[in-house]
């Protein structure tokens, strides 16, 4: 009987500790994707980019596919 109690508790912290492990690194997840948005914006004001620079560095990134790119480079040239 006193093992089944033992294995109980045992079983109890480890299920905390998961818990508790899985919200520690959704926090720090949560923080570092914040930073990294601050610091691309803040990269865009410093250097001062054109749209369209910032739409190559995206193409060149993998984010967009070359269709879409284009038709944006169009637009944006047009305006």
């Known amino acids: ?3 089944m109690m033992g294995g109980g508790m045992m ?3 480890v299920l905390w500790i998961l818990i508790v492990g ?4 959704g ?3 949560f ?3 914040q930073n990294t948005k601050k610091e691309n914006t803040s990269l ?3 250097r001062g ?3 369209v620079d910032v739409l190559r560095e995206r193409f060149a990134r993998g984010e967009i596919e070359k269709q879409e790119f284009e038709d944006r480079k169009e637009i944006l ?3």
């Open 44 to 46: 865009i004001e410093k």
């Open 31 to 33: 923080l570092m994707k």
């Open 49 to 51: 980019d054109s749209s």
């Open 77 to 79: 040239q047009n305006k």
């Open 22 to 25: 899985f919200i520690i690194y």
């Open 11 to 13: 079983l109890t912290m």
């Open 1 to 3: 009987m006193m093992s």
């Open 27 to 29: 926090i720090i997840r």
